[in-house]
């Protein structure tokens, strides 16, 4: 299985409790810089993480802070601190929420019928966690983040994750707390439930890139974001593979 260019792929998970069941001393903010972040062994290049779990949008963002998708201050929190602090644009110590580069959005505020250009507007922030999300709105995600032109890697272990999963580019599984539609729905199975293991397996496919002598190579192998076909007619992941 060969997966896609980095630099447009993009990991959603569903549920980050597969990969780290213990979270102490949950913080509403406590941010981490990049540099600690899943993805961070893959730098200078790893892929952008966003989270879609259905935790409480104060519970998923502290643990998206844990674990470093988040690492700055969210939109959301300026505006609720201009807000305490009695402050307004122009005052010397005010924040501009539109300046944040991170983002807390619960399923909420988020409609089937949401104008493109809102959707736009949170996508377009680095760091994204959404919050309380229903099956269909994880499906929307998927849609809105390839329709931006991202090769999106959904995880996901439950039975409502299997319409996002099988709609996005590559479905990841949990082997072990996965259900089996979930798994039947899945590119790939992550037999161990590791996270250690995504990172083995882009690494892997970047050293073989290297070998081959073309570790730019971009292949989408998708129409109107479904899954890709072979190598043959351009896809780059055909079939199903396990990963331990």
């Keep these: 299985m060969r997966l896609p260019s980095d630099s447009l792929l993009l990991f959603l998970f569903s549920n980050l409790s597969c990969f780290f069941p213990r979270f102490p001393n949950l913080e509403p903010f406590s941010p981490y810089p990049p540099s600690l972040s899943l993805f961070s062994p893959l730098s200078p290049s790893p892929p952008l993480p966003l989270s879609t779990p259905g935790d409480h949008p104060v519970t998923a963002q502290a643990i998206a802070y844990k674990v470093g998708i988040l690492w700055s201050k969210t939109q959301g929190d300026m ?7 009695g402050l307004s644009a122009g005052d010397p110590e005010w924040q501009d929420p539109a300046a944040a580069q991170a983002i807390t959005v619960p399923g909420t505020e988020i409609s089937i ?12 922030h680095p760091q994204i966690v959404f919050a309380r999300t229903s099956p269909q709105q994880k499906l929307t995600i998927v849609e809105n983040c390839q329709r931006r032109g991202h090769i999106v890697a959904f ?4 039975v409502n994750d299997s319409p996002a999963l099988k709609k996005a580019d590559i479905g990841v599984a949990m082997g072990i707390m996965g259900a089996e539609v979930t798994k039947n729905a899945a590119d790939i199975i992550l037999l161990d439930d590791n996270f250690a293991s995504i990172v083995a397996m882009i690494e892997d496919e ?3 890139r290297e070998e081959e002598g073309d570790p730019n190579r971009k292949e989408r192998g998708r129409e109107g974001g479904g899954r890709g076909g072979g190598e043959e007619d351009g896809g780059t992941w055909g079939g199903r593979c396990a990963v331990s």
């Excluded at 505006?79 to 602090?85: L, P, T, Y």
């Excluded at 019928?113 to 377009?124: G, K, R, S, V």
């Excluded at 995880?155 to 439950?158: E, F, I, L, Q």
């Design 79 to 85: 505006e609720k601190e201009n807000a305490k602090a």
């Design 113 to 124: 019928d949401m104008p493109l250009e809102e959707w736009d507007a949170i996508l377009e």
């Design 206 to 208: 970047r050293k073989r």
């Design 155 to 158: 995880t996901g272990d439950g």
